[in-house]
């Protein structure tokens, strides 16, 4: 999986990248984390809807809420041009936003929580991109993806495109790249998510926008300083290793003889020495330690992944809870047999293809008298 | 298609375009297609013409240029979906065209030859401002309510950027970052239909605006 490396992970661009507005509640003025203002307009309801039973919570409550709601965002996309493959990528295996709690299957804009509008709006299509953030339920957030969405892109002299869907709905986090790669789309994921954990709490969140409705009482608080941003990005840099950590590993990220990281030695060892001694949940181990061997290819003495082989005798149900299992200390394990590549026979694959191609090209020239010099 | 099959195409349109437009159609190869030019009120004869005699039953597509001073250039491509004894094989096709002047931009509507001009037709007259005689329902498709001009006509002026200059940077030395360290003398790109520079100033203060005349 290509989650392995933080810096592939948070590509340059979307370093600084996804940027969030101040929202509803902010000016245009102190729009954006560090860029340059460009004063967009802001638009759209001052505050966002949570219901009498959210603004009473007790604080914890509120933290609570606010969890639930980060990991469960029913996404809807707006798929109007090429960025919208783009998010279809990042929906899918290799990027997979489900692991962050954000669902693609949203039946419509009724059954959604976040709208991502990816690609080209035009004016005819604005209307009906407000129609349909309308129609979602509060509380509800959009991203918009892709320099079309967020300003008009490349069509800004067109006589038809919108120049950034926020001059039709509220953005609440605004994803660059023409299009943004689905890692940015990731991290505008991430950094939404932060700010609906800010959300009503007054907590000092690297991306906090407290409701108006609610600032009153929480005595309001700056919004969006630099210097919040850059504790937020480092936030965002720590919560990116450890997804890093307990993610599958990359067969090709560590050279043969890589020295494993330190941090990753411990951290993957965490689980099985909090496993209770169940059969089952070790069986879980086993299989994810050979499962990703067995993706991983030939070099097996230099996963970092390693499978950690836990010798224990058949405890009874009774003593199942109790009993100490011995971590083994990490070392290189010779369990599956090395898997041979077959390199022959791809490049034997592929002149047989060329070969194929040349003919298929020959029988056209023949077919439509093509005349071309064969000597050069 | 080879050089001689094109050669018995343009013979073959040539002979039913020849009598059903009085020998006003000149039908040449063209990029190894056939093109017939016929003048505009010739225009349904030749459509009918290559429908009916050639077997070219199925409209592909039809759209307009903006040619400045020598008018609107029409275009249509219409092709046969299948063989047929005496006509054009299945696959080849014609492309018509035809001129019509800038001030009277009017052609007679094709959808009484093939109904499926009729949104072709309603999408050129929109971008354009080719009005089509005796088109059913000859109102704007694509563009937004309430859309106001012909946006694919040239001298349309596409004026986003003097509403709001363009955030961004096209070229090096354009950006705030390198500001000052712009190579001199390095020439403006604009996109066409964008207004020049002399656009993105502010107008110079004419006499008499300041004493209450009459703006433009
Ligand atoms: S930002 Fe680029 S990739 Fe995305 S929709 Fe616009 S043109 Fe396409």
């Known amino acids: ?376 | 298609m080879s050089p001689e099959v094109v050669r018995t195409l343009v013979e073959a349109v040539a002979r039913a375009l020849g009598p059903a437009t009085g020998g006003a159609a000149d039908v040449r190869e063209n990029f190894g297609q056939a093109l017939a030019v016929v003048p505009p009120d010739q225009w349904i004869n030749a459509l009918t013409a290559v429908r009916d005699e050639l077997g070219a039953t199925f409209f592909d597509w039809l759209t307009a240029v903006d040619e400045l001073e020598e008018g609107y250039g029409i275009a249509a491509f219409v092709c046969a979906p299948a063989d047929r004894d005496g006509a054009l094989r299945r696959g080849q096709g014609v492309l018509l065209k035809t001129k019509v002047p800038r001030e009277r931009a009017e052609l007679p509507t094709a959808t009484t030859v093939y109904r499926g001009a009729n949104w072709h037709e309603r999408e050129t007259f929109e971008m354009f401002g080719v009005v089509f005689t005796g088109h059913p329902d000859l109102k704007p498709l694509l563009l937004p309510d309430g859309f106001e001009g012909h946006p694919l006509r040239k001298e349309f002026v596409l004026a986003s950027r003097v509403v709001k200059s363009w955030p961004g940077a096209k070229e090096p030395g354009e950006s705030d970052h390198d500001r000052g360290r712009a190579a001199p003398g390095r020439r403006r790109m604009l996109p066409p239909g964008v207004p020049g520079e002399e656009w993105l100033k502010p107008l110079p203060q004419r006499p008499g605006a300041a004493e209450g005349g009459v703006e433009h």
């Not at chain 1, 009503?200 to 969006?224: C, I, K, N, Q």
Request: proline residues 11%.
């Open chain 1, 1 to 376: 999986m290509a989650v392995n490396e933080g810096k592939a992970l948070v590509p340059a661009g979307a370093g600084a990248g996804a940027e969030t507005h101040g929202g509803r509640s902010a000016g245009g003025a102190a729009a954006s984390t560090g860029g340059i203002a460009l004063g967009m307009p802001l638009v759209g309801a001052p505050a966002r809807g949570f219901g009498t039973g959210f603004d009473l919570a007790p604080k914890p409550m509120k933290v609570v809420l606010n969890w639930g709601r980060k990991y469960s965002l029913w996404v809807f996309n707006f798929g109007l041009a090429c960025c919208a493959i783009e998010f279809i990528a990042a929906s899918m295996a290799r990027h997979d936003f489900i692991r962050l709690g954000v669902i693609p299957f949203a039946p419509g804009p009724r059954q959604a929580d976040l709208m991502v509008v990816s690609g080209t709006v035009s004016d005819k299509m604005a209307p009906a991109v407000k129609r349909l953030y309308e129609q979602m339920p509060e509380p509800k957030y959009v991203i918009s993806f892709g320099a079309c969405a967020n300003c008009g892109g490349p069509y800004w002299d067109s006589y038809a495109v919108t120049k950034g869907i926020d001059q039709v709905i509220p953005v609440d986090v605004y994803v660059p790249g023409c299009p943004p790669r689905p890692e940015a789309l990731l991290q505008g994921i991430i950094r939404l998510q932060e700010k609906i954990a800010a959300e009503g709490t007054g907590s000092t969140g690297s991306l906090r926008r407290v409701p108006d409705a609610l600032a009153g009482a929480e005595g309001g608080g700056p919004r969006a300083e630099p210097r919040a941003m850059t504790s937020g990005a480092r936030a965002l840099k720590s919560r990116w290793q450890r997804l890093r950590t307990s993610a599958q590993p990359d067969p090709a990220a560590p050279a043969p003889g890589a020295i494993v990281p330190a941090e990753t030695a411990p951290l993957e060892t965490a689980p099985v020495a909090a496993v209770p001694v169940e059969p089952a949940a070790a069986a879980t181990t086993q299989r994810k330690g050979t499962g990703s061997a067995a993706d991983s290819g030939p070099p097996l003495t230099t996963l970092d992944a390693p499978t950690v082989e836990v010798s224990r005798p058949e405890p009874s149900p009774a003593e199942a809870l109790t009993v100490e299992v011995p971590v083994v200390p990490l070392s290189p394990t010779e369990v599956l047999p090395k898997i041979k590549v077959p390199r022959r026979h791809y490049f034997r694959e592929l002149r047989r293809a060329r070969d194929h191609g040349l003919s298929l090209f020959d029988k056209a020239a023949h077919d439509q008298q093509w005349e071309y010099d064969d000597e050069s």
